[in-house]
């Protein structure tokens, strides 16, 4: 299969199946390229980057979140655990202050024996109560906390002095388990978060026991009522530092909700303080004791970020906080961020993308010329050419691709002459060819008819007895033979000429005429022909053994046509024409007219039948010139006015080596 089917092969493959041009391919790389590269750094700037320090933006905020929500809860905690101590302390105080239990003692007798509807007014009649009462006014005033400020009577459970004076003489044995565990030894303070059951308030109460004599048994009771929607609400707020969805949550040890939850439930309803019982994780903790921060789900079912703090009160009783924000109010300034990034980073594409398809487009359609005009050279089409639109490397590769081009097309045009001089060359070498198969056979029949001829006389001879006649015959075709013989190696060698080359070499021509000359010093001491060399003969690079031949034969030549010249003369000289060097052989014998000019080189052309020779030598003289490269040619006008042989010999480098 030739290169040109499988390339058309191949196009037509090309054509059949799915190929994508280069801008598709910049395209969908470089846009892969740019997607991956920004998911990947939104997937580190979000999740970090692993076994380093960097751990990313979503943990970063979490841990910001959560070191909020632990500082809210720590301070939430701290605060209201010295709250707390600060009202105990108070009660403390007031319990045993001597400005209370001198005046409850006095006064206690006198309760005991007021009786009936007249027990108030009675009652606010006595010294012991008034003092009582205004000391408790004074502190309720300062303190600004509580709501009420009660003393019950120990053994009769009544109101004997009270902030509130409509309460003197209300029996409050029902306000739970809270006043009776008070009287047990063992238990001076009891704290307890409940109903008010005069107003149904939700409070916080502080039971505290007075001891008025030596003994270990209470008299009387210190109750101090809190409500807990005018002061621990307001320091349990969430705040701004917690956001738009911050809630603090106050439960008790059995995981009922203390305050107003900021949201209603799942359902739709609000839940009621003391009585809804919060089954959310992060309260559950806190009500049992554990602290720490965790995410979770709140009471509403939705995702938080939660810290809880136990506060333990008593021994056996303490209150859980949580303070919560939702999870996706924590991210949402993270998914803002985001979000915007992920617009910025789609813009940005966008415009690579663009930007891309500009270059690939301003890539794609050079190539894209280039690869028609490819495609018109292969289909043969050498006149075609690429504009030059810039001085980049697709201006540099189009400018290279249009010198291939001229080159190509140079080759071509030089090889149309090289194969025009060749078929020019190939048909004279054929009637060349056709001329020396004529004349050899008509050369070599005159020596066969000879020998023919005398063979039969010889017979007829040798019949009669004519021994001189035999003789006679036998010499006659003897030099028939000779003569066959010589032109049979005569032929043999000019047609070796050109297939068997010697090494080339650099020369003296004039050592290589000296050497000539001497090879038929013979003849031309016969003759007494004069020979002059030029002593300035240049150097030459040929095969010495065949141009010592040329020589040769030139010289013999010119001895041989000398005729009856009284002064013989041969002259091997050399001049410059042009700047070439051409070399000659001159004669001063009978010359050669002009008529004879092209045919003095050919085979078996001899202008004196007569002279001695075969007529093959000047063949074999313009064979290895022309296989060394050059000319040769004659010079003559003839009419006993000598003849010139010229022929040139190429430089060094200038032709190749046949033998290579």
Request: include cysteine; charge should be neutral; hydrophobic fraction near 40%.
């Amino acid at each position: 299969m030739s290169d040109k089917t499988s390339i058309n092969n191949l196009r037509d493959t090309d054509n059949k199946g799915f190929s994508l041009g280069i801008r598709s391919k910049m395209l969908i790389y470089f846009g892969s390229m740019f997607i991956i590269i920004l998911t990947m750094f939104g997937l580190l700037y979000i999740y970090g980057i692993p076994f380093t320090n960097f751990r990313g933006s979503y943990k970063q905020e979490q841990s910001k979140a959560f070191q909020i929500l632990n500082l809210f809860a720590d301070l939430r905690k701290e605060r209201l655990v010295h709250w707390m101590d600060e009202r105990r302390g108070e009660a403390r105080m007031l319990s045993e202050s001597t400005m209370i239990r001198p005046h409850v003692a006095s006064l206690l007798p006198l309760v005991n024996g007021v009786t009936g509807n007249g027990f108030q007014t009675e009652l606010q009649k006595e010294i012991p109560y008034q003092a009582l009462t205004q000391y408790l006014n004074l502190v309720k005033r300062i303190r600004g906390v509580y709501d009420k400020i009660q003393i019950a009577d120990a053994s009769t459970s009544t109101i004997i002095a009270s902030t509130h004076n409509k309460d003197i003489g209300i029996d409050i044995s029902h306000l739970n388990d809270s006043f009776s565990k008070i009287l047990h030894q063992g238990y001076i303070e009891i704290i307890k978060i409940d109903k008010d059951p005069s107003s149904g308030i939700l409070k916080l109460f502080i039971f505290r026991a007075i001891y008025t004599y030596d003994d270990d048994k209470a008299s009387a009771v210190l109750i101090m009522h809190i409500n807990l929607d005018d002061f621990i609400k307001p320091m349990l707020h969430a705040g701004g530092g917690l956001g738009q969805t911050g809630e603090v949550l106050f439960v008790n040890q059995d995981v009922n909700i203390l305050t107003t939850l900021k949201y209603p439930l799942a359902n739709g309803t609000a839940a009621i303080p003391l009585e809804y019982q919060i089954k959310a994780k992060p309260a559950t903790l806190a009500a049992q004791g554990d602290e720490g921060i965790i995410v979770a789900k709140d009471y509403r079912g939705v995702e938080v970020l939660a810290a809880y703090r136990h506060i333990r009160i008593t021994s056996e009783m303490g209150w859980g906080l949580v303070v919560k924000r939702d999870l996706a109010e924590v991210f949402a300034p993270l998914l803002e961020n985001i979000f915007y990034r992920s617009i910025t980073g789609i813009i940005c594409t966008l415009m690579s993308l663009a930007l891309i398809i500009v270059i690939a487009r301003n890539l794609s359609r050079p190539l894209r010329r280039l690869s028609e005009a490819a495609r018109e050279v292969q289909d043969g089409n050498l006149d075609v050419r690429i504009s030059k639109n810039s001085s980049d490397e697709v201006g540099i590769l189009a400018t290279a691709f249009n010198s291939m081009i001229q080159q190509v097309q140079n080759w071509n045009k030089d090889l149309k002459k090289q194969v025009n001089a060749r078929t020019a060359e190939l048909e004279a070498k054929n009637a060349e060819l056709e001329r020396y198969t004529y004349t050899v056979s008509h050369d070599l029949k005159s020596p066969l008819i000879t020998i023919k001829g005398f063979l039969g006389l010889l017979e007829k001879d040798a019949v009669k007895g004519d021994i001189e006649r035999v003789k006679k015959d036998a010499s006659r075709i003897h030099n028939a033979a000779e003569k066959m013989n010589q032109l049979l190696d005569e032929l043999l060698e000019l047609s070796r000429i050109g297939r068997v080359v010697g090494v080339k070499e650099s020369v003296s021509l004039k050592d290589l005429a000296n050497e000539a000359v001497s090879l038929v010093r013979g003849q031309i001491k016969e003759l007494g022909v004069k020979v002059e060399i030029s002593p300035d003969l240049p150097v030459v690079y040929v095969d010495r053994r065949r141009f010592i031949e040329v020589l040769q034969n030139l010289i013999d030549n010119a001895v041989k046509h000398m005729d009856k010249q009284p002064e013989p003369r041969i002259e091997i000289k050399a001049r410059q024409d042009n700047g070439e060097y051409i070399y000659f052989v001159r004669d001063n014998g009978v010359g050669i007219e002009s008529r004879y000019h092209e045919n003095v080189f050919g085979l078996f052309n001899k202008l004196n039948q007569e002279s001695e020779g075969t007529g093959i030598g000047l063949a074999i003289v313009s064979r290895i010139v022309e296989v060394h490269g050059g000319r040769i040619w004659v010079e003559s006008e003839g009419n006993e006015r000598g003849s010139t042989f010229c022929f040139t010999i190429p430089k060094k480098g200038e032709m190749p080596d046949h033998d290579k």
